[in-house]
């Protein structure tokens, strides 16, 4: 029926129980207009927001509606997996206690939060991606298979609808683009092409490479391009090629991913020098010590050139220039020791703490961990025997009680932000947001930071009691130091191993 004044349906209110003009009809909530803009405090979140439905519980926002429209649960009556019918205090299904069905998704049959034209997101992102691959002269069909297996299919649609990802696999199906590398590579450097890329590579469609060396290599190009001197752009292509890159190359052999930042500094310094010899009308060639100490009156960043010289140097094209190392202090603790145990404290019992935060901070504040180290850890360094064991060198540690429940716990509810990477698909410790690869460092030390542990305050807090605990050759391993530096923390918490290796052989 509808209104005469205003052609509007008249409908009952979910939410008032009257029967007026009704706002809207498209969600299957009819409500009025004076309850389409009432405020409430919202009985599952508390917050005051406006009355979306209201169930069994009281008001509820459109954020906790769309929660309990997706939910899922075995409901106690029937023993299926079932949406908890939100009508009804019980929590079981609509069937269990008498109640209609709503909010049915009109393909697949499945309550469900609805999205669009009555389907849910599931066959909307299905629709989405058929759309897409209708005309197309290339098969994309893996593409479709990994996108339609995911457990966020919302986050999934909305991506995909993206103009820049919905143009660049139009591209890629009419054959207007080819599906390369290099053709991701000219889309441009920046997050949008990476999740695209990371995309392709899961599906299949693209071969894997390792993204961290490639990204390294375009960006050595770049800063080639800028050197205006043929001889000095020689000498850093040189430098890059055999001495950089090389070393980079080798270690992503057994690392993964590949740590790329002093790579990146040892060539800044390289073109800093170079371009401040021009400044002063020197060459490489010509270079004196008594230009390198008036560099080195300069920020202290400009001693990482040391290892330009040096390669220039076996090469014959400069002199023998030194640049004095700086002079290691001696460790010293930053954090008290009450201080300390009470992050450990806070990080065991701090339930309202996200998991990947506190597991990742117990490491940092228990076994001297860095954040580099940690992003790098996969499921396979777990072990889940009778003891929970984790592996950061050669040797396994077990974790005690607390700590390796809470990691039980991680291993199974861990989820990245990647929506289109299944849970189960993942296998680093901490996923993060581009599919198949793990959770960024800089974005782990941010997140610790803000639960209150500054990694390296409170690692070095760790190494000392570490040190004074364990010989300096268990350190190694276990920290991931050099065996000298090891014996330099060993000193300095106090700790005399000197007769460790002699005692143990005796036994």
Same mark, same amino acid.
Request: one cysteine or more; aromatic letters at 6%.
């Given at each position: 029926?509808?209104?005469?004044?205003?052609?509007?349906?008249?409908?009952?209110?979910?939410?008032?129980?009257?029967?007026?003009?009704?706002?809207?009809?498209?969600?299957?909530?009819?409500?009025?207009?004076?309850?389409?803009?009432?405020?409430?405090?919202?009985?599952?979140?508390?917050?005051?927001?406006?009355?979306? %439905?209201?169930?069994?519980?009281?008001?509820?926002?459109?954020?906790?509606?769309?929660?309990?429209?997706?939910?899922?649960?075995?409901?106690? +009556?029937?023993?299926?997996?079932?949406?908890?019918?939100?009508?009804?205090?019980?929590?079981?299904?609509?069937?269990?206690?008498?109640?209609?069905? =709503?909010?049915?998704?009109?393909?697949?049959?499945?309550?469900?939060?609805?999205?669009?034209?009555?389907?849910?997101?599931?066959?909307?992102?299905?629709?989405?991606?058929?759309?897409?691959?209708?005309?197309?002269?290339?098969?994309?069909?893996?593409?479709?298979?990994?996108?339609?297996?995911?457990?966020?299919?919302?986050?999934?649609?909305?991506?995909?609808?993206?103009?820049?990802?919905?143009?660049?696999?139009?591209?890629?199906?009419?054959?207007?683009?080819?599906?390369?590398?290099?053709?991701?590579?000219?889309?441009?450097?920046?997050?949008?092409?990476?999740?695209?890329?990371?995309?392709?590579?899961?599906?299949?469609?693209?071969?894997?490479?390792?993204?961290?060396?490639?990204?390294?290599?375009?960006?050595? $190009?770049?800063?080639?391009?800028?050197?205006?001197?043929?001889?000095?752009?020689?000498?850093?292509?040189?430098?890059?090629?055999?001495?950089?890159?090389?070393?980079?190359?080798?270690?992503?052999?057994?690392?993964?991913?590949?740590?790329?930042?002093? %790579?990146?500094?040892?060539?800044?310094?390289?073109?800093?020098?170079?371009?401040?010899?021009? #400044?002063?009308?020197?060459?490489?060639?010509?270079?004196?010590?008594?230009?390198? #100490?008036?560099?080195?009156?300069?920020?202290?960043?400009?001693?990482?050139?040391?290892?330009?010289?040096?390669?220039?140097?076996?090469?014959?094209?400069?002199?023998?220039?030194?640049?004095?190392?700086?002079?290691?202090?001696?460790?010293?603790?930053?954090?008290?020791?009450?201080?300390?145990?009470?992050?450990?404290?806070?990080?065991?019992?701090?339930?309202?703490?996200?998991?990947? $935060?506190?597991?990742?901070?117990?490491?940092?504040?228990?076994?001297?961990?860095?954040?580099?180290?940690?992003?790098?850890?996969?499921? $396979?360094?777990?072990?889940?025997?009778? #003891?929970?064991?984790?592996? =950061?060198?050669?040797?396994?540690?077990?974790?005690?009680?607390?700590? +390796?429940?809470?990691?039980?716990?991680?291993?199974?509810?861990?989820?990245?932000?990647? %929506?289109?990477?299944? #849970?189960?698909?993942?296998?680093?410790? =901490?996923?993060?947001?581009?599919?198949?690869?793990?959770?960024?460092?800089?974005?782990?030390?941010?997140?610790?930071?803000?639960?209150?542990?500054?990694?390296?305050?409170?690692?070095?807090?760790?190494? =000392?009691?570490?040190?004074?605990?364990?010989?300096?050759?268990?350190?190694?391993?276990?920290?991931?130091?050099?065996?000298?530096?090891?014996?330099?923390?060993?000193?300095?918490?106090?700790? $005399?191993?000197?007769?460790?290796?002699?005692?143990?052989?005796?036994?």
């Amino acid at each position: 029926m509808l209104c005469k004044s205003c052609n509007r349906p008249i409908a009952v209110c979910v939410v008032c129980g009257k029967e007026r003009r009704c706002s809207g009809l498209g969600d299957g909530q009819p409500r009025c207009d004076a309850c389409a803009a009432r405020l409430a405090p919202c009985s599952w979140c508390h917050k005051t927001a406006k009355v979306a %439905a209201v169930w069994a519980t009281g008001p509820v926002c459109n954020t906790c509606r769309h929660k309990g429209l997706a939910a899922k649960a075995v409901c106690d +009556g029937c023993g299926q997996l079932r949406r908890p019918d939100p009508r009804h205090p019980s929590g079981r299904c609509a069937d269990c206690v008498g109640l209609p069905q =709503f909010n049915i998704c009109r393909d697949c049959g499945r309550e469900d939060r609805i999205y669009r034209a009555g389907r849910c997101c599931r066959c909307v992102l299905l629709a989405q991606l058929d759309a897409l691959t209708a005309n197309a002269t290339v098969d994309l069909t893996p593409l479709r298979d990994t996108l339609a297996v995911t457990d966020r299919p919302r986050a999934v649609l909305r991506w995909l609808e993206t103009p820049f990802v919905t143009d660049a696999i139009g591209r890629f199906a009419t054959g207007e683009a080819s599906l390369t590398h290099d053709t991701i590579d000219s889309l441009g450097d920046n997050l949008a092409t990476t999740r695209l890329r990371a995309v392709l590579t899961e599906a299949g469609l693209l071969p894997a490479r390792n993204e961290h060396l490639a990204r390294l290599e375009r960006w050595v $190009d770049t800063q080639l391009t800028g050197i205006t001197d043929l001889n000095d752009r020689r000498a850093l292509d040189a430098f890059a090629t055999w001495w950089v890159l090389r070393r980079v190359r080798a270690r992503a052999r057994y690392v993964e991913p590949v740590d790329t930042k002093h %790579a990146r500094r040892q060539i800044r310094r390289a073109v800093e020098f170079l371009a401040f010899l021009r #400044e002063h009308h020197q060459t490489l060639a010509d270079c004196t010590q008594a230009d390198i #100490e008036l560099w080195l009156t300069g920020p202290p960043a400009r001693r990482h050139v040391r290892d330009f010289l040096l390669w220039a140097h076996r090469r014959r094209l400069c002199a023998d220039l030194d640049v004095p190392r700086r002079t290691r202090a001696w460790p010293a603790r930053q954090l008290a020791a009450a201080e300390h145990r009470g992050i450990i404290a806070r990080l065991l019992t701090g339930t309202d703490l996200r998991l990947t $935060d506190r597991a990742a901070g117990l490491f940092v504040a228990c076994y001297a961990q860095t954040p580099a180290r940690l992003v790098r850890l996969t499921t $396979d360094h777990i072990s889940l025997d009778d #003891e929970v064991t984790v592996r =950061f060198g050669r040797d396994h540690v077990v974790l005690p009680p607390p700590l +390796g429940d809470l990691v039980r716990e991680l291993l199974a509810t861990r989820r990245g932000r990647a %929506a289109s990477e299944p #849970e189960a698909a993942s296998r680093w410790l =901490f996923p993060g947001g581009i599919p198949g690869r793990p959770l960024d460092r800089g974005t782990l030390q941010r997140h610790l930071k803000a639960v209150g542990v500054d990694a390296s305050v409170v690692r070095t807090a760790a190494l =000392f009691d570490l040190a004074a605990d364990v010989p300096a050759s268990i350190l190694t391993d276990l920290v991931g130091l050099d065996p000298t530096t090891a014996t330099r923390w060993t000193q300095a918490a106090g700790g $005399d191993w000197a007769a460790y290796a002699a005692a143990k052989a005796a036994r």
